[in-house]
């Protein structure tokens, strides 16, 4: 079965350009998660959904932050405008069902670096 | 708020040794504990999820243990092996589906 599909692997962008990562669930997976890893903060959630709509934003550092979920086979974590310190392996994850009973599938991750 | 710890940040020991992760929570309401894998360059694989009502899992070689009221958690990895080589990181969960994350434990097994 194929796992959690994120690209890019990696993004090399400029200070305030737009950046655009993309998650693909898997398939019957019914909850995504966004992850943000760094050395200093280690893995922090940035957001969640339930069945495409958004549970719990409070992670999202600020508003150039936004992520979007259109439907149940893909998701957008959009960055705008970029920074140096936004620079971090972002992860996406997805699990089934909404209570916590089954465990998080995560994907490979999109390193991104900010220049 | 919610905050969890990993002893020790790193260890290393000869393949064959059993061997003892450790993590800790400060808030015992928690809805699940998980334990995952991340190897470099990788995303995590989840290797056990202990539901709050449960004391331990076991997968193969790996058992990990719950105890909600003291705030910890172990994972045993017996008769160690190099490719068990990875860094192990435990995960409480704040709400069904929130989950922290302790900072983890570099493991490293010697050939």
């Known amino acids: 079965d194929a796992g959690v599909i994120q690209s890019p692997r990696h993004e090399v962008t400029e200070m305030g350009q737009e950046v655009t990562l993309r998650c693909k669930p898997i398939s019957g997976h019914n909850s995504l998660f966004w992850y943000r890893q760094t050395m200093m903060r280690g893995l922090e959630l940035l957001i969640y959904?339930?069945?495409?709509?958004?549970?719990?934003d409070s992670g999202m550092p600020e508003d150039r932050f936004s992520a979007k979920m259109p439907n149940a086979s893909f998701s957008t974590l959009k960055i705008q405008p970029s920074e140096p310190r936004d620079s971090a392996v972002y992860f996406c994850?997805?699990?089934?069902?909404?209570?916590?009973?089954?465990?998080?599938?995560f994907g490979d991750g999109t390193r991104l670096s900010i220049l | 708020k919610q905050e969890v710890t990993q002893i020790p940040a790193a260890l290393s020991v000869p393949e064959g040794e059993n061997l003892v992760l450790n993590c800790s929570f400060t808030d015992s309401a928690i809805y699940n504990l998980q334990w995952f894998r991340q190897d470099p360059g990788k995303g995590l694989t989840s290797l056990l999820l202990i539901q709050s009502s449960q004391r331990e899992q076991t997968s193969g070689r790996l058992n990990a243990s719950l105890d909600k009221s003291s705030g910890r958690s172990t994972l045993y990895i017996a008769a160690s092996q190099p490719g068990d080589s990875a860094t192990y990181l435990c995960a409480v969960s704040q709400g069904a589906q929130k989950l922290v994350f302790g900072q983890g434990t570099r493991l490293t097994i010697n050939p």
């Open positions: 994850a997805s699990s089934l069902g909404s209570v916590g009973l089954q465990p998080q599938h």
């Open positions: 959904f339930n069945n495409n709509v958004p549970i719990d």
